[in-house]
């Protein structure tokens, strides 16, 4: 896979002693062209570790810690600045709309582990609701300024409590421990923000709550090139295929603007690859950029693991090869002015449409062959996918569609399958 953000020849790797000689700004640049985990090391050994992680966009940080693995990137996540952990948050917190307190308890945990200072740090940054709704849904609140219960009465009903005016009753008993460590903290670092939050976790956990921390979210995501979910399922608008006319006119807006997630890339040796090639612009990139993170969003819990957001990066890499193929064969030089003419989210919404009579086919076909049968599960998935079997390997699983001639073998298949 050739990443068209690093497109400059190889860099000399440096040792450790070398890159801790760099200034700032000069270690950031290197880190960008080194593998996931030479990135981490040099990021740990670095005497001046933090300002070191910090030069990492918060998208990158993510993804370099989902490409070594959470396991082994315990204490890179020590070094996480406040900026960063909310992107973690913001990235493995929802599943679409709705908002995981499951997940916000596995990251907290991670990130209580560098002590008071750090949630302390944290604390300054995180939204105001989404502590609320998280809280709302880890305990129960009694008692308050002004409760006329003497202590006996509301000590008996309550778990806990921490100041001897709110009583707490935990709701999940795997999470109390973490939840209890964090509100003991809370209640040392910022008395006057815990005693709102006890005040709002009283309340019933309302539609609201999770609405506006979702806008939040939302916006601060906007700002760092990821669409809304509803724009990005919009990439995935049938078009028909014997209809598609070039618009052209194409004109970038500033969305995307922000970085990449995933080093966006186009599989090498493809027609799309060349064509990228030849094309190169920064705005191309950008628009590429987009639509990948556009991509992301729309699948929903591909933030999990990096193994689905390279599945998604191989996907809108061969919606766009099949859409080039299609309507400039053979000619690179067509193709490319087709991709600085023509919108990218166009080109991948016939690439998919293409894709997708397969699947309306495949509905159409029954059998009790096993390879077929594999076949069809793949097509009939909510976006089809090519069966490895088909592959000179004869892997017995999925990939993505990389081109026409998958698309034409694959319909040759449902031809003669069908009755």
């Known amino acids: ?123 300054q940054h995180l939204d105001f609701d989404l502590l609320q709704l998280f809280l709302s849904r880890e305990i129960e609140v009694g008692g308050g300024v002004g409760d006329q219960s003497n202590d006996q009465e509301r000590l008996a009903e309550y778990d806990h409590t921490f100041d001897g005016v709110f009583m707490i009753n935990f709701k999940n008993p795997k999470h109390s421990q973490l939840v209890g460590t964090f509100l003991s903290m809370l209640i040392k670092l910022d008395n006057s923000l815990y005693t709102a939050l006890m005040e709002g976790a009283k309340g019933e956990v309302d539609l609201e709550l999770e609405e506006q921390c979702q806008r939040f979210r939302t916006g601060r995501l906007q700002d760092l090139g990821f669409p809304p979910l509803d724009e990005a399922l919009s990439i995935y608008a049938r078009v028909n295929p014997e209809q598609f006319q070039l618009e052209g006119g194409k004109e970038l807006s500033p969305a995307g603007e922000g970085g990449e997630l995933v080093p966006v890339s186009a599989d090498e040796g493809t027609f799309f690859s060349r064509a990228l090639a030849l094309a190169s612009t920064p705005t191309l990139y950008q628009e590429l950029n987009y639509l990948v993170n556009s991509a992301l969003v729309a699948e929903g819990n591909a933030f999990h693991e990096p193994e689905t957001m390279l599945a998604i990066l191989h996907r809108v890499s061969g919606y766009l090869n099949i859409a080039l193929e299609r309507l400039a064969p053979a000619d690179e030089q067509q193709a490319a002015r087709i991709l600085v003419s023509e919108e990218l989210k166009r080109l991948f919404r016939l690439g998919y449409s293409i894709v997708l009579q397969l699947k309306f086919q495949a509905r159409e076909v029954e059998t009790t062959d096993y390879a077929s049968g594999k076949l069809l599960s793949g097509l009939k998935a909510k976006r089809p996918r090519f069966y490895r079997g088909l592959d000179p390997d004869g892997v017995d699983g999925y990939r993505e569609f990389r081109d026409l001639a998958d698309v034409e073998r694959v319909a040759g298949l449902l031809a003669q399958l069908k009755p």
């Open 1 to 123: 896979m050739a990443s068209v953000e690093n497109r400059q020849v190889a860099v000399a790797r440096l040792s450790q002693g070398d890159f801790q000689a760099l200034p700032l700004d000069r270690k950031g640049k290197y880190l960008k062209t080194a593998p996931a985990r030479e990135k981490m090391e040099l990021i740990i050994a670095d005497p001046n570790a933090k300002r070191v992680a910090a030069t990492l966009e918060p998208q990158e940080f993510f993804w370099l810690v989902k490409e070594v693995g959470e396991a082994d990137a315990v204490e890179l996540l020590q070094l996480a600045s406040a900026d960063q952990c909310v992107f973690i948050l913001d990235m493995e917190s929802w599943e679409g709309w709705t908002f995981s307190e499951e997940q916000v308890h596995h990251w907290l945990e991670k990130f209580m582990e560098g002590g008071e200072p750090r949630v302390h740090e944290l604390l």
